[in-house]
């Protein structure tokens, strides 16, 4: 593999030692690597436990991934490595199409990057799997069974900073070429990480996907019309959806996901078309302005954010109102009022 760097590191606070205790357990130690030819912060972590015994030395009794964690791809069966100007990509050997779903990456990258004036970096982490089974082998989040790729970070927090690590796509290659558009599909993934640094684990799902939808060029007008046909969207408030670490969670169809995404599309056009990019991406980037140690000091354990949805839906919520007001003057039942209007009046007619 070719790692540029690779490391074990200590959580020292989850030490916990007794007067008479000659073990440790539970200890949190993250192996650190990095990929080379990539940016020097686009760091990974992966969390193990440890247990130790000192009798008569210190040693290791126990080791395991924490719950959640996948091992890397090359750490679970062979792989094969694609390089291109600006991606990474590694995969299972004999994987068809590889070379054309690169071709496609780069392809949207370069769409994207004549579009913003958000910066997007030298190099990606690409992870190609050949279906359903090796996406979820390869990702370290959840998705619908929907769901074609999926740009994926996390967050390191400490009292003075929040960083964002481990910037990759997972793709799916099965779904990309027999259902969805890869052009846009990479678009709208590659958004998601050229908004990384301006993230954060309590954006609200419904303001980052919209983002990337809308900077995607993606108008989902099927969705649209059947939302107003069916009265879907007349069950769906901005106040609900700011709390949720993703959309469509808890419905395996995929069916909630496509009319939340739709929901959230309709949103960023609206504001963009009504208020402006620059002042819609002045909404977006305010949740970057919540303080590190406020957040530090509200999370339960490891500072490897990533599985503390309780704690990340419940700042959204506490921070979404005052955004809206901030950048916009709305409510968020101002917000569904006049997405729902624009959906019927120029959503579907655009």
Sequence with gaps: MPLAEKRLEVEGASIVTGPKSASLTNVRISFIFRYEGLPADNIFALPLRYDFADSPVLRITASRLEDGANLPIWATGPIEILRSPNFLS???????????????????????????????????????????????????????????????????????????????????????????????????????????????????????????????????????KEGLRTGRFDKMTFGALATKASLGGGDPTGEAATYEYAYSAAAAWYLVETFGAEKYFEFYKSYSDYPARDLYARLPDARVANDSEEVFGTIAGELTPAALRGAFGLSDSDLDQRVRTWIRTSGVKS
């Design 90 to 224: 590694l995969h299972r050997p004999g994987l068809r199409r590889a070379a054309q779903a690169l071709e496609q990456a780069e392809k949207a990258r370069s769409q994207l990057e004549g579009k913003i004036t958000f910066p997007l970096e030298s190099g990606y982490v690409l992870l190609m799997a050949r279906d359903r089974a090796e996406y979820e082998s390869f990702s370290n989040r959840g998705s619908p069974v929907s769901a074609i790729a999926q740009a994926e970070t996390s967050f390191e927090v400490k009292p003075d900073s929040i960083r964002v690590l481990s910037r990759q796509i997972v793709v799916n290659l099965q779904k990309l070429f027999e259902e969805g558009d890869a052009d846009e599909t990479f678009r709208h993934e590659l958004a998601h990480l050229a908004l990384a640094t301006l993230t954060r684990p309590f954006t609200p799902a419904w303001v980052s996907e919209s983002a990337a939808m809308y900077m995607a060029g993606t108008r989902p007008r099927g969705a649209w």
